[in-house]
């Protein structure tokens, strides 16, 4: 029953995440670095505080008494995952939200699900949580195992689609529904956007012991990761702000968030309600990985689930309008591939537990 709560869980993580782009769409007149970082103030400043308020008691104390060392980590790999997520929402202006999630979390997925397990393995004697040695040597393990090799399978299979697309339709037709659509500045930036959106999952390992303190005080376990993220998304935040701030003032944009010109109310609304739901992501990853662990099984179903809410989404906005029959078929049995690595997964954790 834990296991299934936990795939439940990622679900919903992964449905937010799929999805928060489409606000963003809706913002009209503004830069890309505007509206982003309005968004990001929701995403990575006021909603994670208020969801540590409600969840876990005393949380800036726990902080406050956290030693130097932990929240240096935790704070330095927000910091990396920051320029991973700017180069994100850069992946998304220039291949969509089908292919470029899948080709951007192709990469986190590798490296978010299989580094903490081996990093446990030849750092961590004796921590707690799974390592690489013990799920080669259970069955549930290797199942989990295979599910991310599936994965990856899905994800090139995506990103094959995706070359067919670019070789269909013409120029025009192809930013008809993705306004900048560019395969190889995508391609490069979905590529570093992958490998340092897993320093992510590394920030929640980093962070480990203010979530213990936390339960410790009588936190629910289910919130504990809250705690973390609020040191993680600072990092995230200072990243993003200065790189954004720059970008308003190279491209002299600063005067979007006045402009009278524009419809200011909406414009923040859609990128506060694109900021929230982003956050709802990892407030949903928190709850699945107190029930299956913060191991490789937690953070493929996470990517896993993106993906696929993603690519759907990327369907229903006729991002492959167009294409050839056996294009569409490529890009929907990608999806499918990964829906059987999200099963894999599921079944090899709940073995494990």
Known sequence: ?????????????????????????????????????????????????????????????????????????????????GIGGLTFGLAMRYLGLSLGMSVALGYTSAFGSLIPPIYRDLFSNGAQGETFTSMLQSTGGLLVLAGVVVCLAGIAICGKAGVMKENELPEEQKKASIQEFNLRKGLVVATVSGILSACFNFGIEAGKPMAEIAVQQGSNPLFQNNVIFVVLLWGGLTTNLCWCMLLNARNKTFGDYTNKATPLASNYLFAAIAGTTWFLQFFFYGMGESKLGNGASSWILHMAFIIMVSSLWGITLREWKGVSRKTYVTIVLGILTIMASVLLVGFGNSINN
């Open 1 to 81: 029953m834990q296991a299934i709560l936990g795939v439940f869980f990622h679900f919903v993580g992964g449905f937010a995440s799929g999805s928060f782009y489409i606000p963003f769409k809706k913002v009209r007149n503004w830069a890309w670095e505007s509206y982003w970082i309005v968004g990001g103030f929701f995403s990575w400043l006021i909603v994670p505080f208020l969801a540590a308020w409600i969840t876990v008691p005393d949380f800036l104390a726990i902080i406050a008494n956290t030693d130097g060392l932990t929240i240096f980590w935790t704070y330095f790999m927000g910091v990396l995952w």
